[in-house]
């Protein structure tokens, strides 16, 4: 059981995914593979072998040079998690 404060932050980024879902709700491929790029990036940094674009062979390379970008700029947020 968590506690009242974990209780109030859940409830916080459950209330923003669900708005992010009807306020976005048509998101494409690109866009979902660039959030899975950050990710990859964020969490396997340089093991290229776990990351999931290895997975798509239809992957387009442009989307990546945006995941790096933001990835760097997320890194210090990372870090505090």
């Known amino acids: ?4 404060t974990e209780d109030k932050w859940d409830f916080a980024l459950m209330s923003i995914v669900i708005f992010h879902v009807f306020a976005c709700p048509y998101t494409k491929v690109e866009e ?4 899975q790029a950050v990710h990859d990036l964020l969490e396997y940094k340089f093991d290229i072998s ?3 674009h290895l997975e798509y062979p239809g992957v ?4 990546f040079i945006g995941a790096i970008i933001l990835s760097i700029l997320t890194y210090p947020y990372y870090l505090l998690l």
């Not at 059981?1 to 009242?4: A, L, M, T, V, Y």
């Not at 979902?32 to 959030?35: A, D, F, V």
């Not at 387009?60 to 989307?63: D, G, M």
């Open 32 to 35: 979902s593979m660039n959030i």
């Open 1 to 4: 059981p968590g506690s009242c």
């Open 60 to 63: 387009v390379p442009r989307t």
């Open 50 to 52: 776990k990351y999931d």
